[in-house]
């Protein structure tokens, strides 16, 4: 009992409401970006999703780094954002694979399943980035 105690401590829940309001900013960017590439630019969405969601990646990477988890005083880019987009990478191939599965099972708009899938998504990045990418070294 006393881990999981340690385990949501204080710095848990400031960690994870810090966290849902970089998510949060993270998707208005992401979708003003996409639409910007997609509808004024007129590009490709097999490129334009990729590119916003790399860029999205990218600001929550410095904002998670410098605001939310501050493991070190120095932003070491090379150093943690390799594990960082692991993470990401891993909880986009959960939550399209959580979709396709959904999508086959019930017949409904992919659109509103992603809501189905998101809290999943959010708890594997939180855990993924607070425990792993930006685990506070020793």
């Known amino acids: 009992m006393n881990g999981l105690k340690k385990f949501f401590d204080r710095d848990f829940y400031v960690h994870l409401t810090k966290f849902v309001l970089v998510g949060a900013l993270n998707a208005a960017f992401t979708f003003v970006l996409y639409w910007i590439l997609l509808k004024p630019l007129s590009m490709s969405y097999l490129v334009a999703y990729p590119l916003s ?3 999205g990646v990218i ?3 410095v904002i998670n780094f410098l605001w939310v988890f501050k493991p070190e005083q120095k932003l070491e880019f090379r150093r943690r954002f390799k594990k960082y987009v692991v993470v990401y990478l891993t909880s ?3 939550g399209q694979g959580g979709i396709m599965l959904l999508h086959q099972l019930i017949d409904i708009d992919p659109f509103w399943l992603a ?3 998101v809290p999943i ?18």
Do not use: P
């Open 115 to 117: 809501f189905f899938v």
């Open 59 to 61: 600001m929550t990477y």
């Open 121 to 138: 998504v959010v708890i594997i990045n939180f855990i993924g980035i607070k425990y792993w990418a930006l685990r506070k070294t020793r």
């Open 92 to 94: 986009l191939l959960v």
């Open 53 to 55: 969601w790399f860029c």
